[in-house]
């Protein structure tokens, strides 16, 4: 069954109706032409108003939508002669992320994300995209293997954040994320994230250190989820809606600050509403993108990933 988010539903509802009039006219042999051509502009005037008033959370909920297209998706539109890569050579294959080599629009890329499930059982499997630090150190095995080949990385972000279990912190999950980090930012090759869900934490930033960061028009980026935050400031994760005001987390506001660089378009009413349209927004982002970086040099690279990052905040020196 479709999930419709409640401020989704007299949109659904309206159309429901034109559809049922559609069928009615077929079925009836009746001119019910007018009817609908009213029902459509109704409904095309309802569609901009609930998107031009959208707050934060219910973007939020929006990012999280299960039929967004995840990284499997993405690659599976994007590559061709892929080859899907495995394991930190560490003994684990961490499910809840992914890597593809193949070839994107006449260049050979590597492609990293994180990867939700549609079924319990999927999810299960890649343990809802929050991975371990075994899917951040195999992230850090294979982008080391592309910057040898001098190949340009891609990776999508979409997860909760870091899996925050008491095994993962035993086997190291804060370093994982910090060596990424660090790692990622001595990258001698083109280096693009784009954040197509939620960015939550420090498991979206091991991904997140790139020349360039592109948001989809209803991801999220932040330091933490709303419901977390409700939890610490108010201990009442209801008030969550209120959190994520606060925490400035919309892909607007994102690009506003220069956590972003470029806000792609989504089809409206959102990805999940045409993933294939999504799909190819991004892609066109992203081929734009490298084409950009291409020209540089990798010193230059690696300069321009330093110095935006350093951009980033805010501070005042008050001097001695």
């Known amino acids: 069954m479709e999930l419709v988010l409640?401020?989704?539903?007299?949109?659904?509802e309206?159309?429901?109706?034109?559809?049922?009039?559609?069928?009615?006219?077929?079925?009836?042999?009746?001119?019910?032409?007018?009817?609908?051509?009213?029902?459509?502009?109704?409904?095309?005037?309802?569609?901009?108003?609930?998107?031009a008033n959208l707050s934060p959370w219910q973007?939020?909920?929006?990012?999280?939508?299960?039929?967004?297209?995840?990284?499997?998706?993405?690659?599976?539109?994007?590559?061709?002669?892929?080859?899907?890569?495995?394991?930190?050579?560490?003994?684990?294959?961490?499910?809840?992320?992914?890597?593809?080599?193949?070839t994107f629009r006449g260049r050979t890329i590597l492609l990293i994300g994180h990867q939700k499930g549609r079924t319990?059982?999927?999810?299960?499997?890649?343990?809802?995209?929050?991975?371990?630090?075994?899917?951040y150190r195999k992230a850090l095995r294979?982008?080391?293997?592309?910057?040898?080949?001098?190949?340009?990385?891609?990776?999508l972000i979409d997860t909760p954040g870091a899996y925050p279990g008491i095994d993962a912190e035993a086997r190291g999950q804060a370093e994982a994320i910090a060596r990424n980090i660090m790692e990622m930012a001595t990258l001698k090759v083109p280096v693009i994230c784009c954040v197509i869900g939620e960015g939550g934490s420090g498991g979206a930033l091991a991904l997140g250190v790139g020349n360039r960061v592109l948001m989809l028009e209803n991801a999220t980026y932040s330091v933490i989820s709303p419901e977390g935050c409700a939890?610490?400031?108010?201990?009442?994760?209801?008030?969550?809606?209120?959190?994520?005001?606060?925490?400035k987390l919309t892909a607007e506001d994102c690009l506003r600050f220069g956590v972003a660089d470029r806000l792609v378009d989504e089809p409206a009413g959102g990805a999940h509403r045409s993933p294939a349209e999504a799909i190819r927004s991004l892609g066109d982002a992203v081929a734009a993108a490298?084409?950009?970086?291409?020209?540089?040099?990798?010193?230059?690279?690696?300069?321009?990933?330093?110095?935006?990052?350093?951009k980033l905040g805010a501070f005042e020196d008050r001097g001695e």
């Open 14 to 51: 309206l159309r429901r109706r034109i559809d049922l009039l559609r069928q009615t006219e077929v079925a009836n042999s009746l001119d019910l032409g007018a009817s609908i051509r009213e029902l459509e502009r109704q409904a095309e005037a309802l569609q901009r108003q609930i998107l």
């Open 290 to 310: 490298l084409d950009e970086l291409s020209a540089l040099t990798p010193e230059q690279l690696t300069a321009d990933r330093y110095d935006r990052f350093r």
């Open 142 to 155: 294979l982008m080391r293997l592309a910057e040898r080949f001098n190949l340009p990385i891609v990776t």
């Open 59 to 102: 973007r939020t909920l929006l990012s999280r939508h299960p039929a967004r297209p995840y990284t499997l998706d993405y690659a599976a539109d994007w590559l061709t002669d892929a080859d899907e890569l495995h394991g930190d050579r560490s003994g684990t294959d961490d499910q809840a992320i992914v890597a593809q080599m193949g």
């Open 120 to 135: 319990t059982k999927e999810n299960v499997q890649r343990n809802f995209g929050m991975a371990l630090p075994d899917g």
């Open 6 to 12: 409640d401020f989704e539903r007299p949109l659904v």
């Open 231 to 247: 939890a610490i400031l108010w201990h009442d994760r209801a008030e969550a809606p209120r959190a994520a005001e606060a925490l």
